[in-house]
Each structure stands twice: as structure tokens, then as C-alpha cells.
């Protein structure tokens, strides 16, 4: 799924720029085909009621939150507030997020995995998307508190053991924490302002 949304990104980020340049052919030609793939995506990657790793599983990715980041679907829309809930709840262990559950999903790779910490930080800022602010306050400063004593994150974190996993620093999570943060703060000076 995470493919088709990020084909979807393209196209529409495009379309978008095209407008900017004045190209009206190019705007409403990438603009239909995004509003195409937004369609398909809708009718066959969704099991009840909730984005799915792809067409033919009911199991969660948590590269679905990136609808959420990227404005895929509207803050309003139920079908982004069902995948945010549902990754919250199916999808976290010990306050942290797994990119999917490996039992459910043919990877290639034996064992669990740790919590991905990219993943954590996506769930941040798909809950401020959603209006769950507090919730994704929470989970910052639980994300906060783990990090190395330089401040910086791992690609995975190894909850039962309190470490951090694989590619250290991995600059994925650091994009992420950023991205996170700055909805945050983006979400409070709005509220500062009303």
C-alpha cells in the first residue's frame, strides 16, 4: 500500500507545481491520475473501515499513518481516523510502534522485530492530524525519553531490553522526530492564536 500511497504523493505534489508554473495540461492530467490511484486506493486497500499493508490482507502497516503526514485523506475523514486508531491499538507494543506484525506478514525475515522507531514518530504526527493531541504529546515525550545519551535514535527499540536496534543513528527516525515535533508546535501556536 505504502507504494501506491507514495505514487499518489507524487502525483499530486506535481499536479500542484505544474499549477504553480502555469502547465494546466500537466496540472489536471496528474491531478486526475492522482485522484485515480486516491480511488483505487480507497476501494480495494481498505478492510473494515481501515487502511491495509496491501489489497489482499486484512493485516496493518504502519506505512499507512503516511496518509495522515502527507494529507492523503482529509484531517476530518473517518477511514484516517480508523488507521490512526487502529495502529495506535493493534500495532503498538510497550507505548511503541511496529512497522507491521511479523506473524501476519511474509518478510522474508525470522524473529521479532523491535519497534520502529520511524514508525513511533509517524503515529505522533498522524494523532495531531487527527486531533489527538495530547495522545501524540504523550507518546513524544515517551519517545523523548529514549533517546541516546547524545540524544539521538536507532532505526528500532528494543522495549523489554530498554536499547536501541539496528542502523544507529538512523537519520529516518531523526526525520521523523522532526516532522513530529514540528506538528506540535504547529498545533499549539495555532491554538495560542484562536
Given at each position: 500500500?505504502?507504494?501506491?500511497?507514495m505514487r499518489w504523493v507524487a502525483l499530486d505534489r506535481a499536479s500542484k507545481i505544474a499549477g504553480i508554473r502555469g502547465d494546466r495540461p500537466a496540472?489536471?492530467?496528474?491531478?486526475?491520475?492522482?485522484?485515480?490511484?486516491?480511488?483505487?486506493?480507497r476501494e480495494?486497500?481498505?478492510r473494515n473501515g481501515v487502511l491495509r499493508q496491501h489489497y489482499d490482507t486484512e493485516a496493518l502497516d504502519a506505512s499507512t499513518l503516511l496518509a495522515a503526514v502527507f494529507g492523503f485523506l482529509p484531517r476530518g475523514d473517518q477511514l484516517l481516523r480508523a488507521t490512526v486508531d487502529a495502529i495506535a491499538t493493534d500495532l503498538t507494543e510497550d507505548g511503541f510502534?511496529?512497522?507491521y506484525r511479523t506473524g501476519e506478514t511474509d518478510d522474508g525475515l525470522s524473529g521479532k522485530e523491535g519497534s520502529f522507531l520511524i514508525c513511533s514518530f509517524w503515529l505522533v504526527s498522524a494523532?495531531?492530524?487527527v486531533e489527538q493531541v495530547q495522545e501524540a504529546t504523550d507518546l513524544m515525550e515517551r519517545l523523548l525519553s529514549v533517546s541516546s545519551p547524545l540524544?539521538?535514535?536507532a532505526e528500532e527499540f528494543d522495549t523489554s531490553a530498554g536499547r536501541h536496534l539496528g542502523n544507529f543513528p538512523q537519520a529516518f527516525s531523526h526525520l521523523a522526530l522532526i516532522e513530529a515535533a514540528g506538528r506540535?508546535?504547529?498545533?499549539?501556536r495555532m491554538r495560542e492564536l484562536m
Open positions: 500500500m505504502s507504494s501506491k500511497l496540472e489536471e492530467t496528474w491531478c486526475a491520475t492522482a485522484e485515480e490511484i486516491r480511488a483505487d486506493i480495494h486497500g481498505v510502534v511496529l512497522r494523532l495531531t492530524v540524544g539521538l535514535y506540535i508546535i504547529l498545533h499549539e
